[in-house]
Nanobody, 128 residues
Framework: QVQLVESGGGLVQAGGSLRLSCAVSGRTFSRYAMGWFRQAPGKEREFVATIIWSIGSTYYVDSVKGRFTISRDNAKNTVYLQMNSLKPEDTDVYYC?????????????????????WGQGTQVTVSS
């Protein structure tokens, strides 16, 4: 079993910052990428950011570029999402996900169905 556990969510005022963490544990697997998604009630899960684990290359949805930063710590087996200049529209449940596999070329995966393992989610609420 692979476990992903998110933490760091909470309530923050608009313009503030939060850092989400996602710790990976359990069975060893070939990890290609980690991603962050978010979901509001009644809406589809939306891609936010992804990082290719081996090289640290990143990709973001346009709405968070320049405000959010995804990073990873190999030693701690943890991926982070630093969120700055938060807006009320960033309010969602945030999920981390892991994609297994290996690829010769750099591939950024942005669809929910492309990821193999998911965390339970952490609530982020931004007040105006």
């Amino acid at each position: 079993q692979v476990q992903l556990v998110e933490s760091g969510g909470g309530l923050v005022q608009a313009g503030g910052s939060l850092r989400l963490s996602c710790a990976v544990s359990g069975r060893t697997f070939s990890r290609y990428a980690m991603g962050w998604f978010r979901q509001a009630p009644g809406k589809e899960r939306e891609f936010v950011a992804t990082i290719i684990w081996s090289i640290g290359s990143t990709y973001y949805v346009d709405s968070v570029k320049g405000r959010f930063t995804i990073s990873r710590d190999n030693a701690k087996n943890t991926v982070y999402l630093q969120m700055n200049s938060l807006k009320p529209e960033d309010t969602d449940v945030y999920y981390c996900a892991a994609k297994s596999g290996s690829y010769y070329a750099t591939n950024y995966f942005t669809r929910e169905g492309e990821y193999n393992y998911w965390g339970q989610g952490t609530q982020v609420t931004v007040s105006s």
